[in-house]
């Protein structure tokens, strides 16, 4: 098993430009989030998502959007990168259940907007 | 003020050293409690977790949780050079598997 998958690794983006970032899991998990890492500010949760073709929105969710279509995928989009989207972006996946609900994360994606 | 506020370091210490990294939360409603290991340039991984008071230990790991406080600890005795890392505590339980991270710790054990 691969677990959770990102791509691309790495971008770069001029201010104004659009991306899209690919999330894949193949646990078969319920719910995936995106976060993104800056320094000194831990992780973020920028969407979420409980199921396929559902999506809701995190603690830093303004510029970003986010679709699953399918369940083993969840898309993040920018539709007019900033600067201040410079940061390592991470999704990860989880299963509902009654007790600890362990996120599983991808490597990361670096995406530095200038 | 955040709900999850963590020391942040960052920590150097030599092999061998007994290691405590905090975290504090306002949040009376999360129920459990991790602590994730990130090295550099990867993804975070479940290192430990614990749902109630008191300590849990792992190995060279100690959980501890005090709700009354507050107050989460990650201890590592016999600290080793593969320790070297940024330690995350995440506090969760309150609906859909979210958790809410603190800032992370830089940890470097030097030999």
């Known amino acids: 098993n691969a677990g959770v998958t990102q791509t691309p690794k790495f971008r770069v983006l001029k201010t104004g430009q659009s991306m899209t970032l690919l999330c894949a899991q193949d646990m078969n998990h319920e719910y995936m989030y995106w976060y993104r890492q800056d320094p000194g500010m831990g992780l973020r949760l920028i969407h979420y998502?409980?199921?396929?073709?559902?999506?809701a929105k995190g603690e830093v969710p303004d510029g970003y959007n986010v679709s699953r279509l399918k369940k083993q995928n969840f898309l993040l989009g920018l539709e007019s990168a900033a600067p201040s989207q410079t940061s390592v972006y991470f999704c990860?996946?989880?299963?509902?259940?009654?007790?600890?609900?362990?996120?599983?994360f991808g490597p990361g994606t670096r995406l530095t907007v200038l | 003020q955040k709900e999850v506020e963590q020391d942040p370091g960052p920590l150097s210490v030599p092999e061998g050293a007994i290691v405590s990294l905090n975290c504090t939360y306002s949040?009376?409603?999360?129920?459990?409690f991790m602590w994730y290991r990130q090295y550099s340039r990867k993804g975070p991984e479940l290192l430990m977790y614990t749902y109630s008071s008191g300590n849990k230990e792992d190995g060279r790991f100690t959980a501890q949780v005090d709700k009354s406080s507050k107050y989460i600890s990650l201890f590592i005795r016999d600290s080793q050079p593969s320790d070297s890392a940024t330690y995350l505590c995440a506090l969760g339980g309150t609906s859909y598997g979210k958790l809410t991270f603190g800032q992370g710790t830089i940890l470097t054990v030097h030999p």
């Open positions: 998502s409980v199921g396929e073709g559902t999506t």
């Open positions: 949040n009376s409603a999360f129920q459990y």
């Open positions: 990860a996946s989880a299963n509902p259940g009654t007790g600890v609900n362990e996120q599983f």
